[in-house]
């Protein structure tokens, strides 16, 4: 989740001050500087029924805390974005219980669809408890675009499964190789390019999606099949970012004007791929090699991060549970978004070795 109530607390204690950022950096939003405000985001929670009311404690506590924690920040957020796998299977225990928790925090909550929440009834329950699947809205000269970016092809969907349980399932496997691409959908692309019509391109632009609008890795689905047609529509804007959340892990890209930033999930990291070059020509250009996600770790690459927005390119903090905290911003002088700390493969922190 990216917020800035953790930046505060640092700042507060003279020991921790050193190596902090200017505070100019917890502005999340681009707009006029008097305008500057924040939001807090809080992503993949998978609140996962194990039979009646029992539900995975593990993945409970991490929303308990994001909710407990976002409603502690100063200054307060304009407002909270949920990015999507709220529930682990879709079914109504998960996200009754999964929305109750989320009702308990302070402020307007806009949400995001995620493959988990969608595939056993194609999002009918999720649209009974918070509404459209896909929507934009203007904030204090920012205009969001909220997508679904975990459609897929009308064949797997309605006719290759005997039952939307197996649906389900098959979909919520990270390598399982009966799922099927993500994608947005003309009918969605047609939408955006509607909404996005009219503003100026000098409207600052944040889009919230759940699966990433770029193609980074086919096989675990770190990849939106037709990413390229929406990031078409944002190329003609001066700054634009995308937030997204599915990964589980520390991403960030930036690819002309529009700058990419993942948010952790509240439950679990996810390993990265051994390679990202099976994408082969579509990779877009990462520029960084990814840092450690030790999936044996169940708070690795979890925690705070703390994006400033305002300078449309990837620029962000991260407060790590357990592990050190780091740096991702843009660099002048080698023309893309740098780690600063990148932890070199010889010092990195022992992965754990139990579990
Ligand atoms: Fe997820």
């Known amino acids: 989740m990216s917020s800035s109530r953790r930046h505060f607390l640092q700042l507060g204690s003279t020991a921790l001050i050193a190596g902090m950022l200017p505070i100019s950096l917890v502005r999340l939003a681009f707009a006029e500087s008097s305008q500057d405000f924040t939001f807090a985001y809080i992503s993949d929670s998978h609140i996962q029924q194990i039979k009646g009311n029992d539900f995975v404690r593990n993945w409970d506590q991490g929303l308990k805390r994001a909710v407990a924690e976002a409603n502690l920040l100063v200054p307060r957020p304009d407002f909270i974005v949920f990015g999507g796998d709220l529930a682990q299977l879709g079914n109504k225990p998960e996200l009754d219980h999964g929305a109750e928790m989320l009702a308990a925090l302070h402020g307007k909550v806009y949400m995001v669809m995620g493959e988990h929440d969608y595939y056993l009834d194609l999002g009918e329950y999720w649209r009974e408890l918070f509404g459209d699947h896909w929507y934009s809205f203007d904030h204090k000269g920012v205009h969001f675009v909220v997508l679904n970016s975990i459609l897929t092809y009308d064949d797997w969907t309605f006719d290759r499964w005997e039952s ?192």
């Open 164 to 355: 939307a349980e197996r649906r389900m399932v098959e979909m919520a496997g990270l390598d399982n190789p009966n799922g099927s691409p993500f994608m947005v959908g003309q009918k969605q692309i047609e939408w955006l390019k509607q909404d996005l019509a009219g503003l100026d391109s000098k409207t600052p632009v944040v889009v919230f999606s759940h699966s990433p609008i770029q193609k980074i890795y086919k096989g675990w689905n770190f990849w939106t099949e037709d990413a390229d047609e929406v990031q078409q529509l944002l190329a003609r804007f001066d700054r634009a970012n995308v937030i997204y959340g599915h990964v589980h892990q520390i991403q960030y890209n930036q690819i002309g004007n529009i700058a990419f930033s993942s948010v952790m999930s509240t439950a679990w990291p996810w390993p990265y791929p051994d390679s990202y070059s099976q994408a082969g020509s579509h990779v877009p250009i990462l520029t960084v090699p990814m840092n450690r996600a030790d999936p044996f770790d169940e708070r690795d690459a979890t925690g705070w991060q703390f994006m400033n927005l305002h300078s449309g390119r990837a620029d962000v903090r991260f407060n790590l549970y357990s592990n050190q905290n780091r740096t991702v911003a843009w660099d002048d002088q080698s023309g893309h978004p740098v780690d600063r700390d990148y932890q070199s493969t010889d010092a990195r922190i022992p992965s754990q070795t139990h579990y």
